[in-house]
C-alpha cells in the first residue's frame, strides 16, 4: 500500500459551491467529520461507501459501513498501524488503498484522498458511543498506569496504584458532545476529557461534598474550578459534561455546577480513580 510522499489534497468538487444542495436527505445517511492532515475538518455524508478493507496479520478483515464508528491512519513515519473502531470491536492494521471518498457538504460534493485525512468519524441520527461494560471486554479502552480495572456483572471497577493512572475511551472526540457516567465510591475519582496522552487532559475530580475541574497540561495540577456538590460517599454520583470545544458544562446529579473554559477543544474521553477503589458503568457519548 503506498502512501508516501507530500501530501496533495486535491479536493475537486463535482459540483459548484454557489447554490446549496436541496435534496432530502436519507433518514440513514452516514454523515462524518473528517479531519485532514493539514489540520482541516470536513462535515458532511459520505456517498457510495460500502465496506472497509483492513489488512492485520491474521488476514485481510472487511467491515461493512453500517458497523463502521471510525478509522485512523496512523503516521508512517512512527510505525504507528491504522486503526478501525466498528460496532463490535476496535481492529488495527494497514486499511487498504481506497477510491478518494466522496463527501457531500451540503454546498457540494468534495472528493478527498484518502491520503489527506487523519481521521474520520461517522455517525448516524440520534448514534451514541460508549461502554456500560455488558460484554465484559475493555476492547475499545487503553489503559495508562498499573491501576487495575476490571468487569464484574457489567460493572467496571478501578483499583488504584497511587499513581495518576486513567483508562481511556480510544475514539478521539472534538465539537460538541456530551459525556455522561455513573460513579460508585467516588473519593478523588472522576473523568478526562480532551485527553491526549497520559498527563495531557482536563479532569473532573470529585469526592464527598465537592467537584474540582483542572485543565492546562497536566491534568491534576492547575485547578480552574471549585464548587460544592451533592456527592456522598458510596452513593452512585451521575456526572455528565456537555463539551463544545474549548466550553464546558459540568453536572453533578443533575445539578449544575457551572460553566469552565478549558485548555484544550479535543482528545478522548477517560476515567480514573485516586484514593480508594471505585465503581464506573453507563458510559454514553451523545454527539
Known sequence: MKRIGIVVLGLVLACGLGSRTEEPEEKDALRCEMKLKNGSLIKGTIQGLESVALKTKYGELKVPVKDLRSMTWGEIKKEELDTIVAR??????????MEPL???????VLKVPTTAIKNLRVRR???TLGDDFDAGTLDDWKTFGPSSWT??????????????????????????????????GANNAGVLWHAKDQNDATALWVSQGNARVFSGGT??????AYWNAP???????????EVD?????IYVNDQKMGDVRTASKSGRIG????NQATQFDNVVITR
Open 151 to 184: 468487569i464484574t456483572d457489567g460493572v467496571l471497577q478501578g483499583t488504584p496504584s497511587g499513581n495518576y493512572d486513567s483508562l481511556q475511551y480510544m475514539e478521539e472526540l472534538e465539537g460538541a458532545y456530551t459525556f455522561e457516567v455513573e460513579l460508585i
Open 125 to 127: 441520527d440520534a448514534d
Open 102 to 108: 466522496a463527501v457531500d457538504t451540503g454546498y457540494g
Open 271 to 274: 476515567l480514573f480513580c485516586f
Open 231 to 241: 456527592v456522598q460517599q458510596n452513593a452512585t454520583v451521575r456526572l455528565k459534561i
Open 245 to 249: 470545544g474549548e466550553q464546558a458544562t
Open 88 to 97: 463490535d470491536a476496535t481492529y488495527k492494521g494497514w486499511i487498504q488503498d
Open 219 to 224: 491534568w491534576y495540577n492547575n485547578q480552574i
